[in-house]
């Protein structure tokens, strides 16, 4: 089946620093991927839609400076999370649609920002 | 505005025990509704699409079963390892972007 791949799956970054979390589909291409972030206890909450080759769809309230989105090829998603303060911190997943419309989620990357 | 409320929020259950998680919505034409089982700390991990209503798909122990205004996950003689939040989720005509419901977590006592 379709596997997508996100790393780190954990990272600790000190305030003012910016983080990557990459995100690939395995064994598909990947038109589309989606960006979402979890709260405890909360639903997953649609950060961006991330289009190959064109730029990131920010949802209303997601600021797209400190969000960065990258689609640079069908198989790999990049989100850089830039000047992070404890308030990114975070459970971040990333998915991607299979061509029979499946959403194919990644493990997820946990992120504390001291 | 799509929606999506699930219920209970937890639900407890003895082992053999068998009951229903509730999702209910409200979109602008459904292109397709999906469940999606999460352990903790780690993503989604896909269970059913249904198209429409009075379909239904069944994997083991659970099958799922969708009306024009919401779909039951039944679980049939849930064991331990059924324990996790079920999440509920909503594709619009059109739209590729899933709305998600809050989740319910389920746990099963032996």
């Known amino acids: 089946g379709a596997v997508v791949s996100q790393h780190p799956s954990r990272v600790i970054c000190k305030s003012g620093t910016s983080v990557k979390i990459e995100c690939r589909s395995l064994d598909f291409q990947a038109t589309t991927m989606f960006w979402y972030r979890q709260f405890p206890k909360q639903s997953l909450m649609l950060m961006a839609t991330?289009?190959?080759?064109?730029?990131?769809?920010?949802e209303q309230g997601v600021e797209k400076d400190k969000f960065l989105i990258n689609h640079a090829s069908l198989t790999l998603s990049t989100l850089t999370v830039t000047s992070a303060h404890p308030e990114d911190s975070s459970f971040y997943i990333c998915?991607?649609?299979?061509?029979?419309?499946?959403?194919?989620f990644g493990a997820g990357s946990r992120l504390t920002v001291l | 505005e799509d929606q999506v409320t699930q219920s209970p929020e937890a639900l407890r259950l003895q082992e053999g025990e068998s009951s229903s998680l509730n999702c209910s919505y409200t979109?602008?034409?459904?292109?397709?509704l999906f469940w999606y089982r999460q352990d903790p700390g780690k993503g989604p991990e896909f269970l059913f699409t249904l198209y429409s209503a009075g379909e239904e798909k069944e994997k083991e122990r659970l099958k799922a079963t969708l009306t024009k205004k919401e779909s039951f996950l039944h679980i049939t003689a849930p064991k331990p390892e059924d324990s996790a939040t079920y999440l509920c989720?909503?594709?619009?005509?059109?739209?590729?972007?899933?709305?998600f419901g809050k989740g319910t977590k389920l746990t099963v006592n032996p």
């Open positions: 979109v602008s034409g459904l292109r397709g």
């Open positions: 998915s991607a649609l299979t061509g029979a419309n499946v959403l194919t």
């Open positions: 989720a909503v594709q619009a005509s059109g739209s590729e972007k899933l709305v």
């Open positions: 991330s289009n190959e080759g064109s730029k990131a769809t920010y």
